[in-house]
Nanobody
Framework: QVQLVESGGGLVQAGGSLRLSCAASGRTFSSYAVGWFRQAPGKEREFVVGISMSGGSTYYADSVKGRFTISRDNAKNTVHLQMNSLKPEDTAVYYC????????????????WGQGTQVTVSS
């Protein structure tokens, strides 16, 4: 069992930055790939970025490539999402999720989810 807790969301102006964190419980977090997803009002949850178990491999959605950076610290059981050059269309609830395999872009393939953190970007 893994519990995930996101933090770091908030209100920021367009062009600003936020750093989200995902803290995981459990001693085997390094055995899980992690994905960040987001869900805007009235829209389906969508993949943002994924990172492999070791952190050596990442994959970004085209919409955030070059602006967002994911990293992980397995010694601290945390994953961070640095979000720069934020746009109003980035406004959503952001979720981290993990799975015991390579990361995936599909929401249904993840085993554990956090409760989400709200990110609001004003224009």
């Amino acid at each position: 069992q893994v519990q995930l807790v996101e933090s770091g969301g908030g209100l920021v102006q367009a062009g600003g930055s936020l750093r989200l964190s995902c803290a995981a419980s459990g001693r085997t977090f390094s055995s899980y790939a992690v994905g960040w997803f987001r869900q805007a009002p009235g829209k389906e949850r969508e993949f943002v970025v994924g990172i492999s178990m070791s952190g050596g491999s990442t994959y970004y959605a085209d919409s955030v490539k070059g602006r967002f950076t994911i990293s992980r610290d397995n010694a601290k059981n945390t994953v961070h999402l640095q979000m720069n050059s934020l746009k109003p269309e980035d406004t959503a609830v952001y979720y981290c999720a993990c799975r015991r395999r390579a990361f995936s872009v599909y929401t249904h393939s993840y085993d554990y989810w956090g409760q989400g953190t709200q990110v609001t970007v004003s224009s």
